[in-house]
């Protein structure tokens, strides 16, 4: 859960690097909660669209973690637009996602050790 708070609250921050760890467990966490949020949207007979309120919140923090990991991977965050090509993207994220970051520091700073 601490990957995720760090998340949250570190959303403006596009700089540092984000290891595989906190990248999979913020993306869990996260994603656990839309679909709690979208079950409970459907069969709780909300009346207003709390999932989409929920996706609007967390786009930036999202956006800003998948920058940090690319900085793990030694890549710029400008990469980020990859992911908008229709096959390729999927793809591109996928290898981001578990590839292994560098080691060592790395132009980006070290990565995040929570």
Known sequence: MKYFIHCMTNFVNFNDRLGRR????????NFLISLGLAFLEIFGKVGFP???IYALITL???????????HD??????????????IVGIIFMIWVSL????PEQNR??????I
């Open 73 to 86: 991977v030694d890549k710029s965050g400008w990469w980020i637009f990859v992911s908008f090509v229709p």
């Open 50 to 52: 709390i999932s989409s």
């Open 99 to 102: 590839a292994k970051g560098a």
């Open 22 to 29: 906190g990248f999979a467990i913020f993306y869990l966490i």
């Open 60 to 70: 930036i923090p999202v956006i800003s973690a998948f920058v940090r990991r690319l």
């Open 108 to 113: 980006f700073g070290q990565t995040l050790v």
